[in-house]
């Protein structure tokens, strides 16, 4: 059987960070809105709003390193649960448990005091490439 999901998508909302009660696992959650590959009747393209959930070193990390707006990759499986809300109606959701998130933007947040990497490569003006140099 295979379960395996990859998304690329930009973040909702700041995630969220908790710890499990007793064990104090953290978990962190987000939404990550994936625009669809087709526009609609209108030519207008719309997104899917996915529920990404994340767990131990990976959730701290997400934590700390994504914001809203965030450009994230995300892989993972996709999970199916039910649970019954505070007035009894049995609810189902679907989410992806991720096992790795890439953090696509540059840079990211900052910490206070520390340096941002602006190294942008080369200046292609300032490279002298003679035609012995080519191989081909």
Request: glycine letters at 8%.
């Amino acid at each position: 059987m295979l379960n395996q999901v990859v998304l690329i998508g930009r973040l909702t909302r700041d995630p969220e960070l908790r710890y499990t009660p007793g064990n104090g696992v953290p978990v962190a959650t987000f939404t990550l809105a994936v625009d669809r590959s087709f526009a609609n009747q209108q030519g207008e393209r719309e997104a899917d709003f996915i529920n990404i959930v994340t767990w131990r070193k990976l959730a701290e990390n997400c934590a700390n390193y994504l914001q809203k707006g965030s450009l994230s990759a995300v892989s993972g499986r996709l999970q199916i649960r039910s649970y019954e809300d505070n007035q009894g109606v049995k609810r189902k959701v679907a989410e992806v448990v991720a096992d790795d998130v890439r953090f696509l933007d540059r840079g990211g947040r900052a910490t206070e005091g520390a340096k941002s990497n602006d190294y942008e490569g080369p200046n292609v003006d300032d490279i002298n490439i003679s035609e012995d140099d080519v191989p081909f």
